[in-house]
């Protein structure tokens, strides 16, 4: 049952081949019209053959006839000359002749066995109302054809026109005649099996010609999977081209427009792993500076000491802090299905991390101000939704000026939240806009240092914001302050987590 099965399956993972399916259509398309064609061919011959046949034998038995009525055989038939015509006809044709008379009485039987017995059949009495029979047993080989012995008298009608002659024709009596189809039969089995030969040799022809086009039609699919093997085990690096069909033009250009974005999230991953390499290595390079100045030094005063140890400490929190937002961006490129979503009162969330950041803001005598345009209850994983709103008003603190303020807005629509944060800070230089959320991304570098920033918190928050499907968009004017519109769908489609 199982060997069963899989034989079925192994047969139709062959069925599945192009190459196969090619094999297999060309051989039809060849064979059919091949088959049709001798059958055809041959059913012609037949019927042509036994056509020529009848006509013969009927041109010939209507002589016959004509000579019986001359001879008056149907009364008499000892006529010797007759008696040889209807011997020539029954020997040439290796037949019957039988003749039957008005009453149907046997006059003559050639195979003389039937002579004086009644014939009734429905040939006959057909062929006494004056019609010619002729009918092909192909079972048993022989045909069959009944001929009337017509006579044919003419009568001047004086009272009709002059020239006007009236033809009387009386049925005397009707010639049998059943011959064999043998030799057609003969010739027929002779051509089927010459034409079997040529359907063989057409047959093995048509083979070699379809196994060659099927290898043919189906090597630039090859040529595709070699062109793409080398690339996968590195031995070509460049763009694969096959443009012996439309068809692997476009497998072509989708790949290779597949392994374009795969170098590009290649170089990006190398570009990451350098700008991180360099990240980390800064604030070491600098406690190294710091601890071999000191070392270097004789009796450094404690105060030295104490001042450097502080850099040193500084340098710390801030390698602690990249690594720490570099473990939060690993997270936030883990799959949507990490999430832990929970129904969450945004307004109160954003009044949390508010609270948290006014002090910060007080420093720098800015105001955070909060307008909640209507309670917003939305599903979210609030931890890294946390994370992704505090980085924005963050940023809006940070890149702020002395006196300047922080505005968040909290909106929703029948289908998103909605918030907004607004400063009225140092702002984005247009031509950077497109770039801050890449990592480690940042504007002015040495002032974006100096305010403590490594380039991760618009990433990290960007991530956090689509991984709740929704969207973020800037406006932004150089000098005159950042605006940034957070989107996120009220409801978490479940659906499509993780798929
Ligand atoms: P950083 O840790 O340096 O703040 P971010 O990814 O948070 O990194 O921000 C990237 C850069 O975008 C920052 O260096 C800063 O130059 C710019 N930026 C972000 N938010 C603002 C803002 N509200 N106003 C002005 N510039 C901003």
């Not at 038995?61 to 000579?67: M, S």
């Not at 070491?284 to 450097?308: C, G, H, R």
């Not at 690993?330 to 954003?350: F, G, P, T, Y």
């Amino acid at each position: 049952m199982k060997t069963k099965l899989s034989q079925r399956l192994s047969r139709l993972h062959i069925l599945r081949s192009l190459k196969v399916r090619i094999f297999i259509i060309i051989l039809l398309v060849g064979f059919i019209p091949t088959v049709l064609l001798r059958a055809t061919i041959l059913r012609t011959y037949m019927n042509r053959a036994v056509n020529v046949r009848i006509n013969d034998i009927q041109n010939q038995c209507k002589v016959i006839a004509n000579h019986l009525l001359t001879y008056n055989y149907l009364t008499d038939n000892s006529s010797q000359i007759i008696n040889a015509e209807l011997g020539m006809l029954s020997d040439l044709y290796d037949g019957r002749v039988i003749i039957i008379d008005q009453s149907c009485n046997i006059i003559k039987d050639t195979y003389g066995i039937s002579e004086g017995k009644t014939m009734i059949s429905e040939e006959v009495m057909r062929c006494l109302k004056g019609e010619v029979t002729s009918h092909y047993d192909a079972e048993n080989l022989y045909i069959e054809i009944t001929t009337p012995i017509v006579d044919t008298t003419l009568k001047q009608d004086s009272e009709l026109y002059d020239d006007e002659d009236q033809q009387t024709q009386v049925i005397k009596g009707v010639m049998l005649t059943s011959v064999s189809a043998d030799n057609i039969q003969t010739n027929l089995e002779l051509l089927k099996s010459r034409a079997m030969v040529m359907q063989t040799l057409a047959a093995i022809l048509l083979i070699a010609i379809a196994w060659v086009l099927s290898q043919i039609l189906v090597r630039p699919f090859d040529r595709v999977t070699t062109a793409i093997s080398g690339i996968k085990d590195g031995f070509q690096t460049e763009q694969i081209s096959v443009p012996d069909y439309i068809e692997t033009e476009h497998i072509v250009a989708a790949f290779n427009d597949l392994l374009g974005r795969m170098k590009v999230v290649d170089e990006s991953r190398q570009e990451f792993v350098s700008n991180v390499s360099h990240e980390l290595k800064t604030p070491i390079t600098s406690m190294k500076v710091l601890a071999d100045s000191l070392l270097q030094q004789e009796d450094v005063p404690v105060e030295l000491y104490k001042e450097f140890m502080v850099d040193i400490a500084d340098e710390i929190d801030r390698e602690n802090k990249i690594i720490t937002d570099l473990l939060a961006l690993v997270k936030m490129d883990k799959r949507a299905s990490d999430l832990n979503i929970e129904s969450i009162l945004l307004n109160e969330l954003l009044e949390r991390l508010l609270k948290r950041l006014r002090p910060i803001a007080k420093q720098r005598n800015i105001d955070v101000l909060f307008e909640s345009v209507r309670e917003v209850w939305l599903e979210a994983d609030e931890v890294k939704l946390s994370l992704a709103l505090s980085n924005f008003i963050e940023n809006a603190i940070k890149y702020n000026v002395e006196y300047g303020y922080v505005k968040v807005i909290c909106d929703a629509d029948h289908q998103f939240a909605l918030i907004t944060v607004e400063d009225n800070g140092i702002g984005i230089p247009e031509e950077d806009q497109e770039h801050i959320f890449e990592r480690f991304y940042r504007v002015d570098k040495s002032h974006s240092t100096e305010i403590g920033g490594n380039g991760l918190g618009l990433a990290i928050a960007r991530s956090a914001v689509l991984m709740h499907r929704g969207s973020v968009q800037l406006e932004s004017q150089e000098g005159k302050g950042t605006k940034f519109f957070i989107k996120i769908p009220l409801i978490y489609l479940r659906s499509q987590e993780g798929k």
